[in-house]
């Protein structure tokens, strides 16, 4: 197997905006190797990590996902309105493990809720 062979090093944060110094400050930074898209790996990071630790008010979040080829990408709770929008299993594999459960938790609860899971 040579380096081509090998799926884009991806890198993800969650970020929490700092209003009073207008700063984003990383809260969770993680890597995976994976073909999936930076959005859809954005997506999912964000409402992960949402669902697993519930903002308090006033807190404004953001995920950036890139890989070493692409610039960056940025998703807000603005994306993670219910468009039916759903994770595949090449987003879930390149989520660590208490994402991956926080994601199908938060199905569970808005398919029981009748509202489609994102």
Request: charged share 20%; net charge negative.
């Amino acid at each position: 197997m040579t380096c081509e062979d090998q799926a884009p090093r991806l890198t993800w944060e969650v970020q929490l905006h700092e209003p009073f110094s207008n700063v984003w400050i990383c809260r969770w930074l993680g890597r995976a190797s994976t073909s999936a898209e930076p959005t859809d790996v954005a997506r999912a990071v964000l409402a992960g990590y949402l669902a697993a630790t519930p903002p308090r008010p006033g807190e404004t979040f953001r995920a950036v996902a890139y890989t070493e080829t692409t610039g960056p990408v940025f998703v807000t709770t603005m994306h993670l309105k219910d468009d039916g929008w759903m994770v595949d299993e090449q987003v879930c594999a390149a989520l660590p493990s208490h994402l991956r459960d926080a994601l199908a938790a938060a199905a569970l609860d808005n398919v029981s809720d009748g509202v489609i899971a994102r």
